[in-house]
């Protein structure tokens, strides 16, 4: 008893020589440290003491500080709620107040950020109060619920009912997935795609048609995590004709949801859209093939590669290189070793050959061994680097093969790259 009224003296001494990290130390022992009823007897007082810290301290001592009011209890919910509606109290310190209500699960707080909500200009502020009343959870709902009906406050509803992700919000959210205001519709129909329930899907379904773009990008992301359904609700076809949507952004989120689906439907889709993609979907599509993870999508990678342009090249190259089911792997390999033909106008693109060397050396095989070797031999000097990066992944087998030709007689370039390899191994 005797520490906690020294600190108590030792705290009012600091508060009144402005010695706020002094303050902040006192309080945390009071507080934290101290037997729980001489904290509910001295609440009101050290309550004062971490409000004028509040008040007068700067960011980092506010934010020290703010960690104390919820062990003082529920007495510091209305002189917080009175600094949230000061209007002329500066921003940061109503940001800390908001923050702090956030940790009470109580109606008071609630109450308190539901009005600034209602009466707030300042929009920063507005969504300062929704974050908070996100973090309290299910028990601000049937607070929100209110806030959607009025269209001043129904979009900060939306958002914050989005932050809470537990199911007591898809009912409020399904009432204005059909909202005029396109923020309340995108948050809607981002929010109820985390949650797998039987009302749901249809409504992804139709916003696949919704005439913004942004919507239809959150709805086509939201079916390209519900592979289950695929057949049910034919995903891959309607899906696909999202990859012709006039708007790019909606045809990569719809290359990459069929990806998920991880079918050779998918996959040939994909596919017959990539010819004359412009080239910013054609390396999504690509990314995708790798991702469908079967062989099919593999052989359309190698299809791919017709097309010219040294770019998708270099892409697909670094897809085949990321497989990472062994099966695939193999399949991989051969692909990117067929490249190293110097019959292939690929291969004579410095940056493809880059590439070709380090996507060898992460798919780990053997059979890549020779034609690592024989990059050794090029002249770009960054070709040579990543063909021994990728060699040394291969090892031992491969420093055994270049110890091997260091003694065999070869072309003087391929001698200086295996002696380079060699040293730097």
């Known amino acids: 008893m005797v520490d906690f009224y020294q600190f108590l003296q030792q705290a009012q001494s600091a508060s009144s020589a402005a010695n706020w990290w ?24 050290l309550l004062e003491l971490a409000l004028v810290v509040l008040d007068a301290g700067s960011f980092d001592q506010r934010w020290q500080v703010s960690k104390l009011f919820r062990p003082l209890g529920t007495i510091a919910i209305s002189p917080l709620s009175e600094i949230l509606m000061d209007e002329d109290a500066e921003e940061e310190l109503r940001w800390c107040a908001s923050r702090i209500l956030a940790e009470f699960d109580d109606d008071e707080a609630i109450a308190a950020l539901v009005a600034l909500l209602k009466t707030n200009q300042n929009e920063q502020l507005g969504a300062y109060a929704a974050a908070a009343l996100g973090q309290i959870g299910v028990k601000a709902i049937p607070v929100l619920m209110e806030l959607l009906v009025e269209e001043e406050t129904r979009e900060l509803a939306v958002l914050t009912l989005a932050q809470i992700r537990h199911s007591a919000t898809i009912s409020p959210l399904l009432t ?39 919507v239809r990008c959150e709805a086509v992301k939201g079916l390209g995590f519900r592979a289950d359904l695929n057949i049910e609700l034919d995903l891959v076809n309607r899906l696909a004709a999202r990859l012709h949507d006039f708007n790019i952004d909606v045809c990569r989120e719809a290359a990459k ?3 998920r689906m991880g079918t050779d439907d998918a996959a040939s889709h994909l596919f017959q859209a990539l010819p004359l993609a412009p ?15 079967t062989i ?7 299809q791919a590669l017709e097309i010219e342009s040294p770019l998708l090249w270099q892409e697909i190259v670094t897809v085949l290189g990321r497989v990472k089911e062994s099966l695939l792997q193999k399949k991989a390999a051969v692909i990117l070793v067929e490249l190293l033909n110097p019959e292939h106008i690929r291969i004579h693109i410095s940056d493809v050959k880059q590439a070709l060397a380090l996507a060898l050396g992460q798919l780990g095989e053997i059979s890549a061994i020779e034609p690592l070797i024989l990059l050794l ?11 021994i990066s990728a060699l040394k992944n291969l090892s031992p087998v491969a420093y055994e093969r270049l110890q091997y030709l260091a003694t065999t007689i070869l072309s003087p370039d391929l001698q200086i790259g295996i002696a380079q390899a060699l040293a730097e191994w």
Do not use: T
């Open 296 to 302: 099919d999508g593999l052989e359309y990678l190698q």
């Open 257 to 259: 949801a069929l990806s």
């Open 22 to 45: 002094l303050l902040i130390q006192c309080l945390q022992q009071l507080i934290l440290g101290s037997e729980k009823i001489l904290v509910v007897m001295h609440q009101a007082e």
């Open 377 to 387: 031999a090029d002249v770009d000097p960054r070709v040579r680097f990543h063909a």
């Open 176 to 214: 204005v997935v059909h909202d005029p205001q396109v923020a309340v519709r995108v948050a809607a129909i981002e929010a109820l795609s985390s949650f797998h329930d039987s009302r749901i899907p249809p409504v992804l379904l139709d916003a696949l048609n919704d005439v913004v773009a942004q």
């Open 279 to 293: 080239l910013k979907l054609q390396i999504e599509i690509v990314r995708a093939l790798g991702w469908c993870e």
